[in-house]
């Protein structure tokens, strides 16, 4: 149920070396500054927009654009065909596929993003993994952190699944789709071609090829009284 293989396409991404030996798809976060650390090449092969702020750990692919007001502390690797858009704040240890897009007013923070997914408007995504063709909904976040800052635990119908992490965002499977304003709690697992409905609070594991939302509450209209 939570294997890479269950939820991501591993030949989606040229950096699957990272899911080697791993059971549980989470446990790759761990692996991601390693990763980085031993082979990382830091090298600027795309287009500059202006004057982004890009510092010496990062990797750029060729055809990648990296637009004016962007920010890329580093470590990261950020693949060919991409757009870095105004605003996009990629923190340590972020690894980005092929024709990704990070976009305005969105965080990045040790995270795997696979080829062609879409992260375009107010999102933050932390310790999370997001697979092929993934996509967030403007205002979507993925929450890495409890309240309690106890160690993650994923929520499942038999039980809860001790990850034994303090930060684990999310897992977004293959073709998600994460509506607008939703926010998926620390821990949560997102199978293939979902989709989750706009201002959804989400937690623990939505099966592949499913929906996730809230019922919706009634609303009630009522004509206003008129003042004299």
């Not at 972020?94 to 696979?114: T, Y």
Request: proline share 6%; aromatic share 8%; with cysteine.
């Amino acid at each position: 149920m939570f294997s890479p293989d269950d939820l991501l396409d591993l030949g989606r991404t040229e950096h699957r070396v990272i899911f080697e030996n791993v059971t549980h798809a989470w446990e790759a976060l761990a692996k991601i500054a390693p990763y980085l650390q031993f082979r990382l090449k830091p090298g600027i092969f795309g287009k500059l927009i202006g004057k982004p702020f890009i510092s010496g750990a990062v990797f750029i692919g060729k055809g990648t654009v990296i637009e004016h007001g962007a920010m890329i502390k580093g470590p990261a690797w950020i693949g060919e065909g991409c757009e870095i858009r105004n605003g996009a704040y990629i923190r340590e240890n972020v690894v980005v596929g092929n024709g990704v897009v990070l976009g305005n007013s969105s965080e990045f923070k040790n995270c795997l993003i696979f080829d062609e997914a879409q992260i375009p408007h107010f999102n933050y995504v932390g310790d999370s993994i997001l697979g092929h063709k993934a996509h967030l909904g403007a205002g979507a976040i993925l929450s890495n952190v409890r309240l309690d800052h106890q160690p993650v635990v994923v929520a499942t119908t038999e039980g809860p699944v001790n990850t034994g992490l303090k930060k684990f965002g999310a897992i977004v499977g293959d073709r998600a789709e994460i509506g607008c304003n939703s926010v998926l709690s620390p821990g949560s697992i997102i199978g293939r071609d979902t989709i989750i409905y706009p201002g959804t609070s989400w937690r623990g594991v939505l099966p592949p090829q499913s929906i996730g939302k809230v019922v919706p509450q009634t609303l009630t209209v009522t004509p206003r009284q008129q003042r004299d």
